[in-house]
């Protein structure tokens, strides 16, 4: 027994004044090791609380975040006083890790106070689909202390740091769970009948099951936006459901696909790239000889054809004013 307390005894280093003995390590790391231990633990039942609740879940997130991270530095605390540190000792030893920070902490540092600002900031939460000013887009998955970790809709995991989200722009397409409207580009051939293509593009576009209903606000639309090479350029504006929102290449290929579908039922031409040749001569004529050598007739002039009065859901759409903006729910003066 006394060659156990013989052990324990040993001094292993001093800081200042204060002998930091083997004894006192171990029974620190100890600390230390059973406070990690129970915010792993107490993290892991907030986790199963949040996924089983339909409500609250980014509060539980923070909540969650602030357990671990209470109950770790509770017991770095903890495990220092249990080693024998005085206070004197631990501004010493924060002076140390303040010449580490300088050192090169510089970066984890970083990295950890843009996660705590992204947790309590709530303009990003676990479930948002993102889009990074690179491009890249995912489902929000953890806010970790270094680094975000989304998913892509390829089950890929994509590793960025925090301070990305803190410094460039960032796209949140389901920021406060609402949907966004999305514009599918097609185009036809030239001569086709504008009414029609819209009235055959919006019935394709509300038969396809993850177009919300429309309201006043949010109704499916038809525009023509150019004319192209070898056709009229339109694009369908449609409201789909939250869900399709952070699944968009699935979403692009559904509608893409019923537009092609609804054109091809109603005889409704797709364009193709084509190029019209003009022969400046013909066996040495030009002009009206060269069209006598080939017995061609010049065509008749084209007579001006009644149409019925179109809708342009473009000019309707800027006819509508815009929507005030929406006060901040954590405002207390809203």
């Not at 022969?279 to 007739?297: I, P, T, Y």
Request: charged fraction near 25%; hydrophobic fraction near 45%; charge should be negative.
């Amino acid at each position: 027994m006394g060659d156990l307390e013989d052990i324990r005894g040993i001094v292993l280093f001093a800081i200042g004044r204060t002998p930091v003995t083997l004894g006192g390590v171990v029974a620190g790391v100890l600390v230390f090791t059973v406070a990690v231990v129970l915010a792993r633990l107490a993290g892991v039942a907030i986790r199963r609380l949040r996924g089983r609740s339909r409500h609250g879940r980014e509060a539980l997130y923070i909540v969650e975040k602030l357990t671990t991270y209470g109950l770790t530095l509770i017991g770095l605390v903890a495990g220092l006083s249990t080693v024998g540190l005085n206070l004197s000792s631990l501004a010493i030893f924060a002076g140390a890790v303040g010449v580490g920070v300088g050192l090169g902490l510089q970066g984890i540092v970083k990295e950890f106070v843009s996660g705590l600002v992204l947790i309590f900031d709530r303009v990003l939460n676990v479930g948002d689909y993102v889009e990074l000013e690179d491009g890249k887009r995912g489902l929000v998955q953890e806010i970790a202390p270094r680094a975000v970790r989304i998913r892509t809709n390829d089950n890929i995991d994509v590793i960025v740091p925090n301070s990305k989200f803190i410094d460039g722009p960032v796209v949140n397409w389901t920021l406060r769970n609402r949907t966004s409207r999305i514009h599918i580009p097609f185009s036809v051939a030239y001569g086709s009948d504008r009414n029609r293509v819209r009235e055959v593009v919006l019935e394709a576009a509300r038969s396809v099951p993850f177009t919300m209903p429309e309201s006043e606000d949010r109704r499916s639309q038809v525009w023509l936006t150019g004319f192209g090479d070898s056709g009229l350029d339109f694009e369908l504006l449609v409201w789909p459901t939250l869900d399709a929102v952070k699944r968009p290449g699935a979403m692009q290929a559904a509608y893409t696909w019923a537009i092609a579908e609804a054109l091809e039922r109603a005889c409704i031409e797709i364009p193709f790239p084509q190029m019209d040749v003009r022969l400046r001569s013909l066996f040495g004529h030009e002009g009206g000889k060269a069209m006598e050598a080939l017995r061609l007739n010049e065509p008749e002039a084209p007579t001006a054809v009644e149409h019925a009065v179109s809708v342009n859901d473009a000019a309707e759409d800027l006819a509508r004013p815009l929507p005030e903006p929406e006060p901040d729910e954590a405002d207390p003066r809203a």
